[in-house]
């Protein structure tokens, strides 16, 4: 059983589109979450962590239910500039600072 | 703020040799860094924890023999791939948190690692 799963995609939306990314966890000892954003054959870049009352970063909201073990990512008039690949992050209680990332889920935005 | 570097950024080379990959925190010092290796289309997964002044810890599944993890200093931890096989073709990356916090965990730039 995977441990972080998200849907890969690719999600291809249009500029000024706004485009939901889920994910599920299967560790119930989960203590922080993240979003991060990974470009082709870079570095994954932190986005923003999730909190369970939610948080906004601009045109980024991110969800967290941890009854659930969810967790979303919403993004808003979507750019050309966002088009990359999203990755849901967990870090389990037990692991240290180790993070265990999902597969991601690809963003395509056009023109 | 602050930067992880790895080197090198890419390395190619014949089945059976070994290859190093250096990790340095350039502004911080970091007690513990994160191996992770990235298969296409796959999710990164951790490899092992480096320990400065202990011996590494490995996840399950990763051969301690083959993959080489000296934490030498506060600023740099090496990861030496052993005999390497085409199989082991990946991005290795590494990453630095600030012992503080895992929201504060810095990523090198990764080192892609292509075994003929």
Not at chain 1, 33 to 59: A, I
Not at chain 1, 67 to 83: E, G, H, M, P, V
Not at chain 2, 99 to 116: A, C, D, K, W
Request: one cysteine or more; glycine letters at 6%; a neutral charge.
């Amino acid at each position: 059983r995977k441990e972080v799963e998200q849907d890969p995609g690719p999600f291809n939306v249009p500029e000024g589109a706004t485009v939901a990314f889920n994910c599920t966890y299967s560790n119930s000892a989960s203590q922080s979450f993240f979003w991060y954003r990974q470009d082709c054959r870079k570095e994954p870049k932190l986005l923003m962590s999730v909190y369970s009352s939610g948080n906004e970063d601009g045109r980024f909201t991110a969800q967290l239910n941890r009854a659930s073990q969810y967790i979303s990512l919403l993004i808003r008039d979507s750019k050309l500039s966002d088009s990359a690949t999203y990755l849901c992050v967990v870090n389990w209680a037990y692991s240290g600072y180790a993070l265990n990332f999902g597969k991601g889920t690809s963003l395509l935005v056009t023109p | 703020g602050a930067v992880v570097s790895q080197h090198p950024s890419r390395v190619i080379c014949k089945s059976g040799t070994s290859v190093k990959i250096e990790c340095r925190s350039l502004d911080f010092q970091a007690t513990t860094m994160f191996w992770y290796r990235q298969f296409p289309k796959q999710s990164l997964m951790l490899m092992a924890t480096s320990n400065e002044g202990s011996k590494a810890t490995y996840e399950q599944g990763v051969e301690k023999d083959k993959f080489l993890i000296n934490h030498a200093s506060l600023t740099l931890s090496t990861l030496t791939v052993t005999s390497a096989h085409p199989e082991d073709s990946s991005f290795y990356i590494c990453s630095a948190p600030l012992t503080t916090s895992t929201e504060t965990q810095y990523f090198g730039p990764g080192t892609r690692l292509l075994v003929l």
